[in-house]
């Protein structure tokens, strides 16, 4: 058995970006921890510049995005597996690949570099293999057409396994060649103004296509450089998450609950359309985060942390916006780790919480209000799901369906009963957005 270290325990010298990548993707893929916490603090450690910090995020995002097309690319150049053992050697080939047929590196340094990244390996008998890596690449090189021809015509190959079958048997086997091919561009950047600012303007300010829901919409950089970031006139939002709040309506003056509110968009969001906002969230760090959001923007709301299944309050709300925690498959572009390290039973323990959380958002909700309940999943038992049987055991609750003057050019995605299933590869011409399901229930008076 090859003991699985990483090179942060041995490396020597300059920090070298591609053994970071590396060591990032074996925690990720080997581990199962999740990206954007495991990217965040492997960077934050480490002594890299700008530049290659930049490389390393690109780098361990296009793997993740890419992986199973490039698994099945892998997987056609071996004679043989290469040992399960041998968790290293697959990840730096995987990254080779990455480059020689997904990027601009040059197939002469994207060789060499791996093979010296195998050369220096911690165990000796992945040391061993760098002639394997050095002829595993060369020969992707010399077929490079090949190769990109065959993850091209298969799209769903990105997508792992069991969701691939999960949304064949649900959604159809095109659909999933769709949201395979979402992933095979970077997501974009999402922007949402604060009310009253003019979108016009802005989308030129910030080299921005203006949609027609409102959102700002531009190739992905960092944020914090861009012209009114530090006034916080906008903050960073996916076009699908922006809609829940909007479905509630006008809200100026109404007391709306943002329940599981962190890191804060729709609180935000709400702020900014004149509501007076009750954030709650049971996490510490991440009401942090959400009030230092807050304050950046200049927008209120009263925050505090507390346990969504258990809250109660001395005020009565209007409205109710419950964001519940999930599987989060539909941000799969964001986040492409979801579709690797969540499965059934994580699904399953999720969809309880849900209910359980969906039960209490309604005991708190006023005749005549409105309860937004959405989840970033793409997932039957997390969606329709639970609707479905909230309203069997709620005979004071209804769908108010969503109309398509609501949602403008994504009209297609309003269900027969009222309630929105986003995908990503919806308005795929226009950069798709984050798969969403969302649901507006009204309590209406008993009998």
């Not at 020689?100 to 040059?106: A, D, G, K, Q, Y």
């Not at 090189?141 to 015509?153: C, D, F, G, H, P």
């Not at 943002?258 to 954030?279: E, I, R, Y």
């Not at 849900?354 to 959405?374: E, M, N, R, T």
């Amino acid at each position: 058995m090859i003991d699985q270290q990483s090179y942060k325990n041995t490396a020597q010298g300059p920090p070298n970006p591609r053994q970071i990548t590396a060591d990032i993707l074996l925690q990720v893929i080997q581990k199962h921890q999740q990206l954007d916490i495991t990217l965040e603090q492997a960077l934050r450690a480490s002594s890299l510049n700008s530049r290659d910090q930049a490389f390393v995020r690109q780098m361990v995002y296009l793997v993740m995005r890419r992986l199973g097309g490039l698994k099945h690319v892998l997987g056609q150049l071996v004679n043989k597996p290469i040992a399960k053992e041998a968790a290293l050697t697959r990840t730096v080939v995987l990254m080779g690949l990455a480059q020689i047929l997904l990027m601009r590196t040059s197939d002469h340094a994207a060789v060499n570099e791996s093979v010296d990244l195998i050369a220096g390996a911690p165990h000796p008998k992945e040391r061993g293999m760098k002639g394997l890596v050095n002829a595993l690449l060369r020969r992707a090189v010399r077929e490079s057409s090949k190769w990109l021809k065959a993850m091209s015509e298969r799209p769903e190959a990105d997508i792992a396994g069991p969701y691939r079958r999960r949304w064949g048997d649900r959604f159809g086997i095109e659909t999933v060649k769709q949201l395979g091919a979402s992933l095979a561009s970077e997501p974009p950047l999402d922007i949402r103004l604060k009310e009253g600012e003019d979108g016009a303007k802005w989308a030129e300010a910030l080299d921005a296509r203006l949609l027609a829901d409102g959102t700002l919409r531009r190739t992905f950089t960092d944020v914090t450089s861009l012209a009114g970031f530090d006034e916080g006139l906008w903050w960073v939002q996916d076009r699908a998450a922006s809609i829940p709040a909007t479905l509630l309506g006008d809200i100026k003056g109404k007391q709306v609950l943002d329940m599981c509110a962190a890191p804060g968009g729709k609180t935000m969001q709400l702020a900014s359309m004149g509501a007076n906002v009750t954030a709650i969230d049971r996490s510490k760090a991440r009401l942090k985060r959400l009030q230092q959001n807050l304050q950046r923007t200049g927008l209120s709301a009263t925050v505090e942390m507390a346990d969504a299944a258990e809250y109660d309050s001395l005020l009565s709300f209007d409205h109710i916006l419950l964001d519940a925690p999930c599987s989060a498959t539909g941000t799969f572009r964001r986040n492409p780790d979801v579709l690797w390290n969540k499965g059934p039973a994580d699904i399953a323990k999720l969809a309880v919480l849900q209910s359980k959380l969906l039960d209490h958002a309604f005991s708190l909700l006023p005749v005549g209000g409105l309860l937004i309940y959405c989840v970033c999943s793409l997932e039957q038992e997390e969606g329709e799901g639970q609707i479905t049987a909230f309203l069997k055991s709620h005979p004071t609750a209804e769908i108010v369906p969503v109309t398509s003057s609501e949602v403008p050019s994504i009209e297609q995605t309003i269900a027969n009963d009222g309630t929105l299933t986003l995908m990503p590869s919806v308005d795929a011409e226009a950069g798709g957005m984050d798969g969403f399901y969302i649901a507006r229930l009204r309590r209406h008076a008993a009998g």
